[in-house]
């Protein structure tokens, strides 16, 4: 069994930055992939960013998705945020034993 802890959501102004974090814990022999997701209110769920071992994607610009392998952990650095992108940010990781999610961390953006 993995779960995946994610932290760092907010209300932050139109401009700001905000840090999330998600570790994975549990039964985790390898993880091949970790990425961040989010869903805004009456709107599909869709891919932020992604990382596994050997590459890092970014849908958003101003999004940067990290790794710590040793701790199992991912960060998602948000920068220059915008109303538009208020949505619950979920965790996601890709392992042997299956696909997890985490429970989610709400980002408010103020205009």
């Known amino acids: 069994q993995v779960q995946l802890v994610e932290s760092g959501g907010g209300l932050v102004q139109a401009g700001g930055s905000l840090r999330l974090s998600c570790a994975a814990i549990?039964?985790?022999?390898?993880?091949?992939?970790m990425g961040w997701y989010r869903q805004a209110p009456g709107k599909q769920r869709e891919l932020v960013a992604a990382?596994?071992?050997d590459a890092a994607d970014s849908m958003k610009g101003r999004f940067t998705i990290s790794r710590d392998i040793a701790k199992n952990t991912v960060y998602l650095q948000m920068n220059s945020l915008k109303p538009e992108d208020t949505a619950v940010y979920y965790c996601?990781?890709?392992?042997?034993?299956?696909?997890?999610w985490g429970r989610g961390t709400q980002v408010t953006v103020s205009s």
């Open positions: 996601n990781a890709d392992t042997p034993l299956g696909i997890y």
């Open positions: 549990g039964n985790i022999a390898r993880i091949n992939a």
């Open positions: 990382v596994s071992s």
